[in-house]
């Protein structure tokens, strides 16, 4: 019937719609809904286009060791190890990785679309001069965005040392493993303890002996003379004689005058 009509295309899976309506409508697409009017005539030209989804993409190259400070990766200068790359997406998530032994980077399985690149300068070093020649050669700068469409291993970047630097630092060393430690000796059992010996016994004690009588002992002999000459007699001895017969005459008197008194008092009785 006459009149107007819309058509609807479906997306098939793992396509992409085309850009609509960029030339001679018998040969590009009109997109994927189109609203025509039908007055009785034919119309072969409503046609809808799609591109196919892009595998999974990636990106790198290598961060570099510029000699010569000339931003362009001359044949024996070396790759930088250890260095940081990362890579933002468009909707601000970031993927991280570090440069090999050979300072080479990559990031793989994206989509495609705009992308960040962000270098880590590495210490004591500097960026080299940026787009200085072929682009698969020189140095990109220490931040570059890109619009991926395809593999891209032409993103890379160079550093040298300023003078009096030492050039390409090396990594330390990895460090000894010190191994696992062994487990201590099991203690040697002290054993069950011996019963202290039965003491021995000491028999019955014997009585004392009987004390040796001391026996009598004999007078001492007449000390002989020391030969020490005698003190002067000065008449002591002599006084002390007198008072002691005077002292036993005056107790004899008395005593015989109280006996006297008493024979006097049993006569008178």
Same mark, same amino acid.
């Given at each position: ?12 899976? &793992?396509?992409?719609?085309? !850009? ?10 009109? @997109? ?16 809808? @286009? ?43 998530? =970031? ?69 009096? &630097? ?19 000796? !099991? ?33 001492? @002999? ?5 030969? =020490? ?16 017969? =005077? ?23």
């Amino acid at each position: 019937p006459n009149g107007e009509v819309t058509i609807e295309f479906e997306t098939p899976e &793992g396509y992409t719609p085309t !850009t609509p309506n960029t030339g001679d409508d018998t040969s590009d697409s009109d @997109g994927t809904k189109v609203t025509i009017t039908v007055d009785g005539k034919d119309n072969p030209t409503i046609d809808s @286009g799609f591109v196919k989804n892009p595998t999974k993409l990636e990106l790198g190259d290598t961060v570099w060791f510029d000699t010569d400070h000339d931003g362009i990766q001359d044949a024996g200068e070396k790759g930088i190890e250890g260095v940081t790359v990362v890579l933002v997406k468009a909707d601000g998530i =970031m993927i991280k990785t570090t440069t090999d032994a050979n300072g080479h980077y990559i990031f793989k399985d994206l989509e495609p679309g705009k992308y960040t690149i962000y270098f880590e300068t590495p210490a004591g070093m500097i960026p080299t001069d940026v787009n200085a020649g072929d682009d698969t050669l020189d140095s990109d700068g220490s931040v570059v965005t890109i619009d991926l469409t395809s593999n891209d291993y032409t993103i890379d970047s160079g550093f040298y040392t300023p003078e009096g &630097g030492s050039g390409i630092p090396t990594n330390p060393a990895t460090p000894v493993d010190p191994g696992t430690p062994t487990n201590p000796a !099991t203690p040697v059992e002290p054993g069950i303890p011996t019963n202290p010996a039965t003491p021995e016994d000491p028999g019955t004690p014997t009585n004392p002996t009987t004390p040796i009588e001391p026996g009598t002992s004999s007078n001492p @002999g007449t000390p002989a003379e020391s030969g =020490m000459k005698s003190l002067p007699d000065t008449g002591e001895h002599n006084i002390s004689g007198a008072l002691a017969a =005077m002292f036993a005459g005056l107790g004899g008197f008395l005593l015989f005058r109280k006996r006297k008194q008493e024979n006097v008092q049993s006569e008178e009785k």
